[in-house]
């Protein structure tokens, strides 16, 4: 399985952005699907997960309210959806997933991650 994030630009804090993460070699209905984000010379963190099989959803505390994870399982693709973003939210944001169906306190732990797509780079601009 690979995973293509896109969806990234430049926006003006306010604003809104959707960001994709394509799945392709096989067809993944079930495991679950997360979007963590980068900021230079910080480590990564989490941002959202989506399980797929109950639709499951966890967000981190700086997203919730503004970020919305979602999936559709035709496309084999998760998306999130980023409302009023902010400055702070500038990041590049990689897509991560993995077979298994993670509980709620391992959905936030990249080492429970196998696959990575390549980030796409968000900047919010004040």
């Known amino acids: 399985v690979q995973l293509q994030a896109s969806g990234g630009g430049l926006v003006q804090a306010g604003g809104s952005l959707k960001l994709s993460c394509a799945a392709s070699g096989r067809a993944v209905s079930t495991g679950t699907v997360a979007w963590f984000r980068r900021v230079p010379g910080k480590e990564r963190e989490f941002v959202a997960a989506l399980r797929k099989f109950d639709n499951g959803k966890t967000y981190a505390d700086s997203v919730k309210g503004r970020f919305t994870i979602s999936k559709d399982n035709a496309k084999n693709t998760v998306y999130l959806q980023m409302n009023r973003l902010e400055p702070e939210d500038t990041a590049v944001y990689y897509c991560?997933?993995?077979?298994?169906?993670?509980?709620?306190?391992?959905?936030?732990?990249?080492?429970?991650?196998?696959?990575w797509g390549v980030g796409t780079q968000v900047t919010v601009s004040s």
């Open positions: 991560a997933g993995t077979p298994r169906n993670l509980i709620i306190s391992a959905r936030g732990m990249e080492d429970q991650y196998g696959y």
